[in-house]
T-cell receptor, first 116, second 112 residues
Framework: NAGVMQNPRHLVRRRGQEARLRCSPM?????VYWYRQLPEEGLKFMVY????????ESGMPKERFSAEFPKEGPSILRIQQVVRGDSAAYFC??????????????FGEGSRLTVL | TQLLEQSPQFLSIQEGENLTVYCNSS?????LQWYRQEPGEGPVLLVT?????EVKKLKRLTFQFGDARKDSSLHITAAQPGDTGLYLC????????????FGQGTRLTINP
């Protein structure tokens, strides 16, 4: 049973380009979360999605960032017109349907974005 | 906004010593989890605590949830080099909340 799959693992973009990060949740999981981590820091919540729905996007920057989780295919975190401050590790996590209050989040290995 | 403050942020000790890492907040959490993260990997769950005052043990690791459910601690006995890593506490606010809020982490290094 494969875990949470993220790709690419490493992505280099120049300022102004677009970055697309993909996440395939664990089999049977319908909840996806995106977190951002800067070096030597904890994870900052960005967005929580279920299939075809954004449930909580309170951590998403108002501009340039968007996320989707279509009925078919992986969840995608899109960053338009990247700036150097977007350089970070972006982690995706998934949980099963009807995850309890104490449920575990299963994390992928992250996508490391470097903006030149 | 619920915040979790971890202390210390960095800790480097010798193999065999004991240590405690703290996770504090002014907010009440319905549950709190501890994760461990290795370089280049995602966090992995160690334990979940739910009840105020709850204590859970995982081999040499002891986790405690404060009586008021605002704080937690992780105690490691006789630390081993394999314990080296980033330890993150994470909490859920209201009952049923899905979003997990993370502390900034404690970078632990155990020297042989």
């Amino acid at each position: 049973n494969a875990g949470v799959m993220q790709n690419p693992r490493h992505l280099v973009r120049r300022r102004g380009q677009e970055a697309r990060l993909r996440c395939s949740p664990m089999k049977g999981h319908s909840h996806v979360y995106w977190y951002r981590q800067l070096p030597e820091e904890g994870l900052k919540f960005m967005v929580y999605l279920q299939k075809e729905n954004i449930i909580d996007e309170s951590g998403m920057p108002k501009e340039r960032f968007s996320a989707e989780f279509p009925k078919e295919g992986p969840s995608i975190l899109r960053i338009q017109q990247v700036v150097r401050g977007d350089s970070a590790a972006y982690f995706c996590a998934s949980s099963p349907i009807q995850n309890s209050n104490t449920g575990e989040l299963f994390f992928g290995e992250g996508s490391r974005l470097t903006v030149l | 906004t619920q915040l979790l403050e971890q202390s210390p942020q960095f800790l480097s000790i010798q193999e065999g010593e004991n240590l405690t890492v703290y996770c504090n907040s002014s907010s009440v959490f319905s549950s709190l989890q501890w994760y461990r993260q290795e370089p280049g990997e995602g966090p992995v769950l160690l334990v979940t605590v739910v009840t105020g005052g709850e204590v859970k043990k995982l081999k040499r690791l002891t986790f405690q949830f404060g009586d008021a459910r605002k704080d937690s601690s992780l105690h490691i006995t006789a630390a081993q080099p394999g314990d080296t890593g980033l330890y993150l506490c994470a909490g859920r606010g209201r009952q049923g909340a899905q979003k997990l809020v993370f502390g900034q982490g404690t970078r632990l290094t155990i020297n042989p």
